[in-house]
T-cell receptor, first 113, second 113 residues
Framework: KAGVTQTPRYLIKTRGQQVTLSCSPI?????VSWYQQTPGQGLQFLFE???????NKGNFPGRFSGRQFSNSRSEMNVSTLELGDSALYLC????????????FGSGTRLTVV | ELKVEQNPLFLSMQEGKNYTIYCNYS?????LYWYRQDPGKSLESLFV?????AVKQEGRLMASLDTKARLSTLHITAAVHDLSATYFC?????????????FGKGTKLSVIP
């Protein structure tokens, strides 16, 4: 079966711009969560969506937002990009909120210049 | 605040040797995950440990969980070069209904021929 699909794989943006990343979960998985990975801070939780509702949010500024559609696909948006937003953004899908096990996508590598 | 601490953070070992990576966590949740990440790649799930005394093995890797000590170990037996990667432990669930993954900082393993 198809895995978790993230698009695009790579992005280069300029400071001040905004960016939208997409994540399609495994078919039948209804929960999508997002993580940011940087060399300095490691892997940090951004937010989780289930049934089109944000259920949990990490400690990130309001410039980071997301949404989930009725087909469980999710997007995250970062506005007013800063150099420090350069990171690998990983999406994980699971069957449901609180379900055991997460499958991660290949990630989107965002570079802000 | 939930904390997950791994040690060592860097590990250089010769092929054929054994070693153990340690993961301490502070939450009451007992869902412990181990992931592997190759450079520039996503997270690959290795093990999920749920109960006290749980032990799982796959090839040269064996993971165990001691919920009383809030400690998990990842033991590497007779290391081979292909095991070179970064290994993360993570915990989800804080005992209060939140299920975001909190990761350790990772252990970068280099197996030298």
């Amino acid at each position: 079966k198809a895995g978790v699909t993230q698009t695009p794989r790579y992005l280069i943006k300029t400071r001040g711009q905004q960016v939208t990343l997409s994540c399609s979960p495994i078919s039948g998985h209804r929960s999508v969560s997002w993580y940011q990975q940087t060399p300095g801070q490691g892997l940090q939780f951004l937010f989780e969506y289930f049934s089109e509702t944000q259920r949990n949010k990490g400690n990130f500024p309001g410039r980071f937002s997301g949404r989930q559609f009725s087909n469980s696909r999710s997007e995250m948006n970062v506005s007013t990009l800063e150099l420090g937003d350069s990171a690998l953004y990983l999406c994980a899908s699971s069957l449901a909120l609180g379900a055991l096990g997460y499958t991660f996508g290949s990630g989107t590598r965002l570079t802000v210049v | 605040e939930l904390k997950v601490e791994q040690n060592p953070l860097f590990l250089s070992m010769q092929e054929g040797k054994n070693y153990t990576i340690y993961c301490n966590y502070s939450t009451t949740s007992d869902r412990l995950y181990w992931y592997r990440q190759d450079p520039g790649k996503s997270l690959e799930s290795l093990f999920v440990l749920l109960s006290n005394g749980a032990v799982k093995q796959e090839g040269r890797l064996m993971a165990s969980l001691d919920t009383k000590a809030r400690l998990s170990t990842l033991h590497i037996t007779a290391a081979v070069h292909d095991l070179s990667a970064t290994y993360f432990c993570a915990v989800d669930g804080d005992g209060a209904g939140s299920y975001q993954l909190t990761f350790g900082k990772g252990t970068k393993l280099s197996v030298i021929p």
